[in-house]
């Protein structure tokens, strides 16, 4: 079952802003992970967070985790255009376990 | 990183008919691998778990008549959506965990008129 979370559900900005999503989860969790997905499109893994790590730093990408809150946010610095994209979290509680994924944001970034 | 392939990427078929999709891992051994689906503006959903040498296991609600997994090898598993009616027009993904990492399919764009 989906347990994943997210908001807000749709976020446009202007090129060049920042851009924070976030995510609440249900269940304890082994570690959590973000994917980019274009439109009808693959999913692009961007960042994986273990559920002993706080913060994560990927070039323009920021990862929180708050395992007390059950929460994760991404933050994505000087967005571009080319950023535009549905954005998912998604948690998996043991190695070997399908990923639950969020219902996604989706970003626009204005040129 | 580990790589894998779904084909075909896009099917047409019509209402009726019978799709194929495979899955596979080309660099590494998948003992188990995952098919989602994922319809247009929503996120994935878990429908099965494919698990090489024995039977699959589906979610709540997924018809395993329906849609029939085998794992055959380890570097192979299948999908595929009998008797398949437009409602089945989805975005078809697999995964195939290695350690705690999970590798996706481009995805299969299905489509039943």
């Known amino acids: 079952s989906q347990q994943g979370e997210e908001d807000p559900q749709a976020l446009s900005i202007q090129e060049g802003e920042n851009a924070t999503m976030n995510c609440s989860y249900k269940?304890?969790?082994?570690?959590l992970q973000w994917y980019r997905q274009n439109s009808g499109r693959g999913l692009v893994h961007l960042i994986l967070?273990?559920?002993?790590?706080r913060e994560k730093h990927s070039g323009r990408l920021r990862v929180t985790l708050d395992t007390s809150k059950k929460s994760s946010s991404l933050l994505i610095t000087a967005s571009r255009a080319a950023d535009t994209a549905s954005y998912f979290c998604?948690?998996?509680?043991?190695?070997?376990?399908?990923?639950?994924f969020g219902k996604g944001t989706r970003l626009s970034v204005i040129a | 990183g580990a790589v894998v392939s779904q084909h075909p990427s896009r099917v047409i078929c019509k209402s009726g008919t019978s799709v194929k999709i495979e899955c596979r891992s080309l660099?590494?051994?998948?003992?188990?691998m995952f098919w989602y689906r994922q319809f247009p503006k929503q996120s994935l959903m878990l429908m099965a778990t494919?698990?090489?040498?024995?039977?699959?296991?589906?979610e709540q609600g997924v018809e395993k008549d329906k849609f029939l997994i085998n794992h055959a090898s380890l570097t192979l598993s299948t999908l595929t959506v009998t008797s398949a009616h437009p409602e089945d027009s989805s975005f078809y993904i697999c995964?195939?965990?290695?350690?705690?990492?999970?590798?996706f399919g481009p995805g299969t764009r299905l489509t039943v008129t």
């Open positions: 998604a948690t998996s509680y043991a190695g070997n376990t399908p990923l639950v």
């Open positions: 269940t304890s969790i082994n570690n």
């Open positions: 967070i273990r559920s002993n790590e």
């Open positions: 660099d590494f051994q998948a003992t188990t």
């Open positions: 494919s698990n090489e040498g024995s039977k699959a296991t589906y």
């Open positions: 995964s195939a965990p290695e350690g705690y990492e999970q590798y």
